[in-house]
């Protein structure tokens, strides 16, 4: 990856969910549908008003991206961290195979929220909790997430709910940026989940 965009110049955050499924309309009016895989998020940037210098170093960052090719880390603002009382290290208690919609893990106290974000720390993917979930660092807990797993998961493996980091890349090959009549600069961008 190519470094860490610091979220300080944005006054808003756009995420969504991004879905395949492939559907079918019979001449009765039946429709089938038949998920395809492959769900990732975009995550659209607004900035405030920044000065030339804050412009000067966020362009420069974008810029050395070398449009759509080197991929980078960025936490939302915002929504990058849990929203319930979660504490502590929660770590899964087993191992889980790609394509399960839950895990159980242990090791963290407090509650995390259906709509947190949460990672797991043996691949780069970004899940969203699915089920509030109480936690009491002693007994397993059980993680409903969307998507799916897109990579198997051990019981080594750590949970991350705080700070979550999208791996990402610029959707457009070319950035632009504005300049205002008050001397202050703006710009809008979207980036693409890279898995």
Do not use: C
Request: net charge negative; glycine share 6%; charged share 15%.
């Amino acid at each position: 990856m190519s470094g860490t965009l610091s979220t300080n110049y944005f006054a808003s955050a756009e995420i969504a969910n991004n879905t395949t499924t492939r559907i079918t309309t019979t001449i009765a009016n039946r429709m089938l549908r038949r998920d395809i895989g492959g769900q990732f998020w975009t995550i659209k940037l607004n900035s405030t008003s920044l000065s030339q210098a804050d412009m000067s170093e966020l362009y420069a960052f974008l810029v050395a991206q070398n449009g759509q090719y080197e991929a980078f880390a960025v936490v939302p603002p915002i929504h990058g961290n849990a929203r319930g009382t979660a504490s502590g290290t929660s770590t899964v208690t087993q191992t889980y195979a790609a394509g399960l919609k839950a895990v159980r893990a242990n090791g963290a106290s407090g509650t995390l929220l259906k709509g947190d974000f949460i990672s797991f720390s043996n691949h780069d993917k970004v899940y969203m909790i699915t089920e509030d979930v109480n936690m009491d660092a002693s007994s397993e807990d059980t993680i409903h997430i969307f998507p799916n797993l897109v990579t198997a998961v051990t019981n080594a493996t750590t949970i991350t709910y705080d700070n979550v980091a999208f791996k990402v890349m610029l959707t457009d090959g070319n950035t632009n940026f504005k300049t205002q009549t008050d001397g202050t600069y703006k710009i809008s961008f979207q980036l693409r989940e890279d898995i």
